[in-house]
């Protein structure tokens, strides 16, 4: 395993685990939005094609802070985290030319921890990453640093979480400015990406 500054690498294990959550339908609307503020006719940044945008609003107070967005491989879910712990599924609506109109069937629950609870208070409960990994999900936490995998049918944010061990170079982020996004690599090996690393932390291999 290799860590650099700013930047974390490691292999993860996959360990399935157990433990339902549970979750419940989430009412939110929705409001188109343009590409561009003052001409809707704009709808593409060199070679990249504008698919449509929306601002989500919920009255439901757990609705809110999300830091981390994924999409299922069959473009059916969309899935987000917030931070403070809970996890959201969204169906997008799309149009027959592949243009985002809305979402369909949200739904939103709690993240379960390694015993199979709810995270507790903010510092527990702080998510500001997510990937999908092998039909789960991967989610890092800020403050008390940790990677937690979730796999399980039919929802893996329903199960309990595993805990991904983090190389001791990451002792060294300052509470409140941790990983911010992951990404994962062909060969397997994710790319965690710090806030804020110090320029003192060393340099580690192993």
């Not at 503020?37 to 609705?63: A, K």
Request: charged share 20%.
């Amino acid at each position: 395993m290799k860590a650099f500054t700013g930047t974390t690498v490691a292999t993860l294990i996959l360990v399935i685990s157990c433990g339902m959550g549970r979750s419940e339908p989430l009412s939110v609307q929705t409001n188109s939005v343009n590409l561009h503020n003052e001409d809707d006719q704009i709808n593409q940044v060199g070679s990249l094609i504008f698919q449509g945008g929306l601002n989500l609003t919920s009255l439901d107070p757990r609705f809110g802070g999300f830091s981390g967005l994924t999409i299922s491989a069959d473009g059916r879910r969309l899935s987000a985290v917030t931070d403070r712990g809970y996890w959201v599924h969204y169906r997008p609506a799309l149009v027959s030319t592949g243009r985002l109109t809305g979402i369909d069937d949200a739904q939103i629950g709690r993240l379960q921890n390694l015993g199979g609870k709810p995270p507790g208070v903010k510092r527990d409960s702080d998510v500001e990453s997510l990937i999908t990994i092998d039909g789960g999900f991967a989610v890092f936490f800020e403050r008390r640093h940790r990677l937690w995998l979730y796999r399980g049918a039919p929802d893996p944010f329903r199960a309990r979480s595993t805990e991904i061990a983090l190389p001791p170079l990451t002792r060294a982020i300052p509470a409140n400015k941790g990983v911010e996004a992951l990404a994962r690599l062909r060969d397997g090996w994710l790319i965690a990406i710090a806030e804020n690393f110090p320029k003192a932390a060393p340099f580690a291999q192993g």
